[in-house]
């Protein structure tokens, strides 16, 4: 790829969100926005090769796209309403300069953004859509790295964003930020996403690596930047706390050949202090905004426990049973059960931990959760039960989609049938 | 991906002479757009280099110099680090940041090792670190 395409890339990753936002405004639709914003981009890859880069691009990306829009109409009538809308704002900007309409478009781009946000989260949408468009409309990622994020074929993730797109325009569904009743399940929405998308960069579900940071990175700076549009979400501070705490660790979690070093295992010295202060900056103004005891708030003040031990041993255990305490009763769920039963092995002992743990046998959400008999593993390893945790960790071993993990597993098995700690 | 982004000194920074309260003002505009945008991590300016010092290494031994230094266009007078997809995309945010200093100026970028870029230098004596193994619960770490 040559110099100028890089750079147009890099232009596109700034601009692009902003751009399919503010046009989503204007048509009232983000397929059909999303296809201007893409029209301005080819006629980008056309022209700035030899003219160079503008000194605006932005502006210049809106511009022609609005014009795209006029072009559009002029052979279809589909969005004939809107066409007297944008040529009503074309008209008005004839004499404008390009200072004039980035200011125009300035003054709204956080709206709209936030706006295309809740869009692309919408409920309307499966899960897996609602991915797949963000990481595309706001991400600015392109289908085929979607792809490559998720271990799924390039026209899986471009049939899925078609369908997305399609399943807003024939719902109808409004480009707005939601208000009222809604507001908080809608913003829930968006915020599983990024942290999903998170998830699967930090302990990827399948694949050879452990982790993908670069998908770390992509759902961190969506959370930063939704932090800046809505400032008085605590909530949203949470997640990013959360996000920028374990992301601190990323650096520490892999060992020399792509092996996965655990918690308690990791160099400490290699957590990244930077993201460790920013991360419990932003837990502080979850708390100041009174969210400490919302459920992303609340997780990452137990990311920040350990963030705050400078060595293994130092860990306020106590505090983390308090918090998975208090988590259990926001967001039941047999996992947060699990962690906790972990937690409270760690404060009280192997035998408590277990007792929890034997009580999550019979739930079915675990059944083929890897985690469950790898903990239950560990736990009668410490209690000194070789022979009983060697089928957990080969059970666990079976359930993970993840190599890496599951050479990890397998290796404890190992461990359990000499009686050694494993290498 | 992390990029060090460094205003070059000029004689003006290493006078002591301050920005104007509209210099402030456009640069406090920009670095709130970095911000907006999810890329920076952090912003610092640094004091002229007769606050500094160096310390020269030679073998064992360690010589303290004081600054003022004299290499004026390759002193640091400022920094970000921010979290960009690519090289490119840090230098098109450079490009908008507005003049950092009166006068021709110059911005250098440059790119942060990861973990990752280590490749081959994680020596054995690393490895050893790891040697006593994975002992401790399967906790997500």
């Given at each position: ?168 325009s024939e719902a109808r569904v ?80 892999t060992g020399p050949s792509g ?101 999550l046998g019979g739930e079915p ?59 | ?141």
């Amino acid at each position: 790829m040559s110099d100028t395409h890089r750079a147009i890339d890099a232009v596109w990753r700034i601009e692009s969100a902003r751009l399919i936002a503010g046009l989503a405004r204007i048509v009232g639709d983000v397929g059909l926005a999303e296809d201007l914003a893409q029209d301005a981009l080819v006629a980008a890859l056309e022209r700035w090769p030899e003219s160079g880069i503008p000194d605006n691009p932005g502006a210049w990306l809106m511009a022609t796209a609005k014009h795209r829009a006029i072009d559009m109409h002029r052979r279809s009538k589909r969005i004939e309403r809107k066409h007297e809308e944008i040529g009503h704002e074309l008209d008005t900007q004839q004499e404008m300069t390009v200072a004039d309409l980035d200011a125009a478009i300035d003054d709204d781009i956080g709206d709209d953004l936030l706006r295309l946000i809740f869009t692309a989260c919408h409920p309307v949408l499966s899960t897996e859509a609602r991915v797949a468009l963000t990481l595309r409309l706001l991400g600015g990622l392109t289908t085929d790295e979607i792809a490559r994020a998720f271990l799924i074929p390039e026209a899986t993730v471009a049939q899925r964003i078609v369908r997305a797109k399609r399943t807003l325009s024939e719902a109808r569904v409004p480009f707005e930020v939601p208000r009222g009743a809604d507001r908080d399940a809608r913003l829930s929405s968006v915020l599983g996403v990024i942290y999903l998308v998170f998830n699967e960069g930090y302990s990827a579900t399948a694949g050879d690596d452990w982790t993908r940071p670069a998908l770390c990175e992509d759902a961190l700076r969506l959370g930063r930047i939704l932090a800046e549009l809505t400032p008085n979400e605590a909530e949203v501070h949470g997640l990013v706390a959360l996000m920028e705490l374990q992301s601190s660790r990323l650096r520490a979690r892999t060992g020399p050949s792509g092996e996965p070093i655990l918690l308690l295992d990791q160099d400490r010295g290699r957590w990244d202090q930077l993201l460790i202060r920013r991360g419990l900056t932003a837990l502080a103004r979850a708390e100041q905004l009174g969210g400490a005891r919302g459920p992303y708030a609340l997780q990452a003040a137990i990311v920040a426990c350990h963030a705050r031990a400078r060595a293994a041993d130092e860990t306020d255990w106590e505090r983390i049973v308090a918090l998975y305490d208090a988590l259990a009763e926001l967001t039941p769920s047999p996992i947060v059960e699990l962690n906790r039963a972990v937690a409270v092995s760690m404060a009280y002992g192997p035998a408590a931990g277990l007792k929890l743990v034997d009580a999550l046998g019979g739930e079915p959400a675990l059944k083929k959760y890897h985690l469950l008999p790898s903990v239950r593993g560990d736990l009668l390893l410490k209690l000194g039960r070789l022979s009983e945790a060697r089928p957990e960790f080969e059970h666990a071993a079976s359930l993970t989609r993840n190599a890496r993990e599951r050479e990890l597993l397998l290796d404890r098995a190992r461990s359990c049938l000499n009686g050694t700690s494993p290498q | 991906m992390r990029f060090l982004v460094m205003v070059k000194a000029t004689k003006d920074s290493e006078n002591g002479v301050l920005p104007t309260e509209k210099d402030f003002a456009e640069m406090g505009k920009y670095n709130e757009e970095l911000i907006k945008a999810g890329v920076l991590l952090a912003a610092e300016g640094l004091q002229p280099s007769s606050k500094g010092a160096r310390v020269r290494f030679s073998g064992p031994r360690r010589t303290v110099i004081d600054g003022p230094f004299s290499e004026t266009k390759e002193l640091v007078a400022g920094f970000w680090l921010w979290q960009v997809k690519s090289l490119e995309e840090a230098i098109e945010w450079v490009k908008r940041c507005p003049n950092p200093m009166a006068g021709d100026s110059e911005i250098e970028i440059r790119q942060v090792f990861e973990a990752e870029d280590f490749g081959d230098a994680l020596t054995p004596e690393v490895r050893a670190l790891y040697k006593d193994g994975i002992r401790h619960t399967s906790q997500k770490a």
